[in-house]
C-alpha cells in the first residue's frame, strides 16, 4: 500500500523566482492496484515520482510504503528496494553496455556476479531483446524503443513490488507504443506489482489502468476507474478526451 | 538601503555556495575511504587522468624546459654557464612548472572531461537512476574521479619534470653549446629531493582541485545540454583558479620563510 499524504512540492524557495509544482497531492494506492497518472506537460508528473522515491527533498507532506516514509534515512534502502523506476528518458548507464547495466543493477543489490548475468538474460529475453548481438551493445546504439525496453528490464530486474513507469510509451510510434504498454501490463501482472504509470497517452492509459488520475495545476482534479473515465463531467477530462480524439481541444 | 540588501544577498549566496561545495567536498572524501571501491571505474579514471595526459604533459614540459633554458641564459648575459642555467632550470621546473603547467593542462583536459560526463549523466537522469538502484553516487563517480586524481598527478608531474630537465637540458648542449658532461653534472648536482617532493604533494594537491571541481560541476548541472557546456566551463575555470591559489598556499608553507 503506497500512501501519499498532502505532498507539496516548491522549487526555487531560496530564491525570489518560486516554482510551486505540486500543491497537496493526497493518494491512497492498494497492493496490486495499477495507477495511470494523467496530465499536461510540465505539471509536475515527473517530479512526483522523484518526490515519491525521495530523489529530491518534498516542501512538505509524506509517502509511505508499507508503513515506512520516505523521510526515514535509516532505511532508506529497504523503502528503495521497493520499487523499480523506468525513467522518462530511460537513463540507462551509457557506460555500459546493456547486459552490464542490468547486471550492475543487480550486484549492487548484493546478488552474487553468476546469478546476477543469468537473471540479467533472463529478463532481457522478458522484454525483447534477448540476442546475444544486443546484450553487447550500448546505450547509444539502440533505437529509443529498444532503449525503454532494456530500462524496463533493469527496472524489473530485482522483481521490485512497485513498478514506477514514467512516459514509457512517449516519443515511440503507435505500434512499439502498444507493444510496450502491453510489455508493462504483462509484467506488472507476472510480478503482481503495484504499478504507477505516468502518461499523457490515453491509448497506453487504457491499456494499462485500473485507476486513472488526472494531474491539474498541482493537484488530482479527478480519479476515477475506465468505465468512469468515459461519462466524467470534469472538463479537464473532457478537453483531454476531446484533444485524444483529434478534435479541438479548449 | 536597497544597496545594502544586494550586497547582502550577494554575499549570502556567495557563503551558501562555498558552504555547498565544502559539503559536497566532505561527501566526495567520505566515499574515498568507505567501502565499497568500484575497481574497475578506478582504473578507468587513472588511465584518463593519468595515461591519456601524458601526450599533452609531455609536450608542455619539452618546451617549457627548452623556453626556461634559453631565457635564463640571454637573461643572465654574463652568468651564462653550465651552473647557472642549470640551476635556473632544474629550480624552476621542480618546484614551479612541471606541477603548475601539468596541473593547468589536466585541468583543461580532465575536469572538463569529468564535468561534461558527471553533468549529462545528471541531465539524462542516469544520477536518479543511480540512486534508485541505491548506489551512493558519491562512491561511484565522485570517489573513483578523486582518488585517480590524487593519484596520477604526482606521477604525471614526475615525468614533467624529468621531461621539462631533459629539454633544459636539450637546448644547453645543442644551442647554448654547453659541455655535455659539466652540464649533466650541474643539473643533478642541482637536483634536490626536497624541491621534488614539494612538487609531488603540489600536485596531489591540484589533482584534488581537479577533479573536485570537475565533480561538483558536473553533479551541479541543469538545463539540459546547455548546462552541461556551462558546467565543463566552470570546471576547467574554477579548477584552473583553484591550483594557482594552492600552489600560492603549498608554497608558502614549503618555500616560505
Ligand atoms: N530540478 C528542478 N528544478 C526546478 N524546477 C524543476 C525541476 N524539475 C522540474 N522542475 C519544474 O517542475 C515542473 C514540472 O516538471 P515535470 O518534469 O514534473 O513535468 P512533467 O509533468 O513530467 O512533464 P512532461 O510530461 O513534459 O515530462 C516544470 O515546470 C519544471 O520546470
Ligand atoms: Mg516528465
Known sequence: ?250 | MRFVRLLGCAVLRVLARVGHFALFAFKGLAGCVTPPVYGYTLLQQCLAVGFYALPVVGLTAVFAGFVLALQSCSGFAGLSSENTVAAVVVVAITRELGPVLAGLMVAGRTSAAMAAEIGSMRVSEQIDALETLSVNPFKFLVAPRVIASVCMMPLLVLIADIIGIFGGFFVGITRLSFSFGLYLDQLVKHTATFDVFAGLIKAACFGFSIALCGCYYGFTTVKGARGVGEAATYAVVSSSIGILMLNYLITTLFFGL
Open chain 1, 1 to 250: 500500500m503506497i500512501v501519499l499524504e498532502k505532498i507539496t512540492k516548491i522549487f526555487g524557495e531560496d530564491s525570489s523566482r518560486t516554482l510551486p509544482v505540486l500543491r497537496g497531492i493526497d493518494l491512497q494506492i492498494e497492493k496490486g492496484a495499477s495507477y495511470v497518472v494523467l496530465g499536461r506537460s510540465g505539471v509536475g508528473k515527473s517530479v512526483l515520482l522523484k518526490v515519491l522515491l525521495g530523489l529530491f527533498p518534498m516542501t512538505s507532506g509524506d509517502a509511505f510504503v508499507e508503513g515506512l516514509s520516505v523521510h526515514d534515512r535509516t532505511h532508506r534502502h529497504t523503502y528503495l528496494r521497493y520499487f523499480g523506476m523506468l525513467f522518462q528518458g530511460g537513463a540507462l548507464f551509457d557506460s555500459m553496455t546493456i547486459l552490464g547495466n542490468i547486471v550492475f543493477a543487480l550486484t549492487e543489490r548484493g546478488v552474487p556476479r553468476k546469478q546476477a548475468t543469468e537473471i540479467a538474460r533472463e529478463k532481457l529475453t522478458a522484454v525483447g531483446l534477448g540476442e546475444a548481438r544486443v546484450r553487447t551493445l550500448f546505450p547509444s546504439e539502440l533505437s529509443g524503443g529498444m532503449q525503454k525496453r532494456a530500462a524496463l528490464a533493469r527496472a524489473i530486474a530485482l522483481d521490485p513490488k512497485i513498478l514506477l513507469f514514467d512516459e514509457p510509451t512517449t516519443g515511440l510510434d503507435p505500434i512499439t507504443s502498444s507493444k510496450i504498454a502491453y510489455l508493462l501490463r504483462d509484467t506488472v501482472q507476472t510480478l503482481g506489482a503495484t504499478a504507477i504509470t505516468i502518461t499523457h497517452d490515453l491509448v497506453t492509459a487504457r491499456v494499462l489502468a485500473d485507476r486513472i488520475c488526472l494531474l491539474e495545476d498541482g493537484q488530482i482534479a479527478w480519479q476515477g476507474t475506465q468505465e468512469e473515465l468515459e461519462t466524467t463531467d470534469n472538463p479537464q477530462m473532457i478537453s483531454l478526451l476531446k484533444a485524444a480524439k483529434g478534435e479541438r481541444a479548449l
